[in-house]
């Protein structure tokens, strides 16, 4: 079944320290690979995608992903928390094998960071 | 960038009545819109693939007679929620993207629609 897991419920970082948010997929074919964030009782905002090419995504409000095929993750990053980082990342994957280009959601990380 | 309305952001009905949830792409077309529930600290649960022009695509599970989904014109893809019960409050997400572009391209979401049935 294709899928799209985030090992991590939850992930806390200080303020000014370098963040991760781990992401791994199961999806046959070239999937295309997103990141979303979720503020409280708000939609979700795109943060950045890979289609291909280069492996390191840059997105919005400094943040990257780094797509690795053979370890089939996509993991987001950023240099330097911020307390407004802090929010609700999902994981998204979207591609041929997804049952008509349909997007499968992770469960969801949420991000705590402490000043 | 491209955006999505939906309306109204925050609606309480009382049991056994029906409800509308409006979603709008305000400066683009979009042929396929879909309809997201979520749990609280849960993710999204994809319902309904809106089509325009023709009927939606309900996932497995998911009533159709229930939540009616009309997809008028290519701004414009509506949620009913019919004969509402408490379990049915929820919050509900939209998402649209842009017609003619390819699959790789980015999904824009609504705000969301917080649903309170009492």
């Known amino acids: 079944a294709q899928s799209v897991a985030q090992p991590e419920d939850q992930v806390n970082v200080a303020e000014g320290n370098p963040l991760t948010v781990k992401c791994t997929y199961s999806?046959?074919?070239?999937?295309?690979l997103f990141w979303y964030v979720q503020y409280p009782n708000r939609g979700l905002q795109f943060l950045l995608k890979?289609?291909?090419?280069?492996?390191l995504v840059k997105g919005s409000y400094g943040f990257e992903a780094e797509f690795n095929k053979s370890q089939t993750s996509f993991h987001l990053k950023k240099p330097s928390a911020l307390v407004s980082d802090s929010a609700l990342y999902f994981c998204a994957v979207r591609g041929p094998n997804t049952g008509g280009f349909k997007t499968i959601f992770g469960a969801g990380t949420r991000l705590f960071v402490k000043a | 960038g491209a955006v999505v309305s939906q309306h109204p952001s925050r609606v309480i009905c009382k049991s056994g009545t029906s409800v509308k949830i409006e979603c709008r792409s305000l400066d683009f077309q979009a042929t396929t819109m879909f309809w997201y529930r979520q749990f609280p600290k849960q993710s999204l649960m994809l319902m309904a693939t809106?089509?325009?022009?023709?009927?939606?695509?309900?996932e497995q599970g998911v009533e159709k007679d229930k939540f009616l989904i009309n997809h008028a014109s290519l701004t414009l893809s509506t949620l009913t929620v019919t004969s509402a019960h408490p379990e049915d409050s929820s919050f509900y997400i939209c998402?649209?993207?842009?017609?003619?572009?390819?699959?790789?391209?980015?999904?824009?979401f609504g705000e969301g629609s917080w649903l309170t049935v009492v």
């Open positions: 809106s089509n325009e022009g023709s009927k939606a695509t309900y």
């Open positions: 998402s649209a993207t842009p017609r003619g572009q390819n699959p790789g391209n980015t999904i824009y």
């Open positions: 999806v046959s074919g070239n999937p295309y």
């Open positions: 890979y289609i291909t090419g280069d492996n």
